[in-house]
Nanobody, 123 residues
Framework: QVELVESGGGLVQPGGSLRLSCDVR????????VGWFRQAPGQDREGVSV????????FYGGSVKGRFIVSRDNVKSVVYLQMNGLKFEDTGIYYC????????????????WGHGTQVTVSS
């Protein structure tokens, strides 16, 4: 049974940093990707970043490129999202998700989703 559990969300001031973690459990695919998505109230889900667990290739959404860094610890099966230079518009619920094979930032490619962690950027 596949399970993804996010943690690390919270309240942060503009310009601050947070590190989110995604604990990935039960994946048996030989190659898979873990993506981060976010959703603000009243808005569509937005792709933030993805890391392909096989070759460590990464992709970022345009709004976070240069500020966020995705990484993974294959031994612990944990994927991290380091978020720096946070802005008001980064506020939302952040979800991690798993897709078989390589993937990019299309939510439809992801079969398993976590329940999300709230990130609020406010002064």
């Amino acid at each position: 049974q596949v399970e993804l559990v996010e943690s690390g969300g919270g309240l942060v001031q503009p310009g601050g940093s947070l590190r989110l973690s995604c604990d990935v459990r039960g994946v048996t695919w030989p190659y898979y990707a873990v993506g981060w998505f976010r959703q603000a109230p009243g808005q569509d889900r937005e792709g933030v970043s993805v890391i392909n667990m096989n070759d460590r290739s990464t992709f970022y959404g345009g709004s976070v490129k240069g500020r966020f860094i995705v990484s993974r610890d294959n031994v612990k099966s944990v994927v991290y999202l380091q978020m720096n230079g946070l802005k008001f518009e980064d506020t939302g619920i952040y979800y991690c998700a798993a897709a078989a094979g390589d993937a990019v930032l299309a939510a439809r490619e992801y079969a398993y989703w976590g329940h999300g962690t709230q990130v609020t950027v406010s002064s």
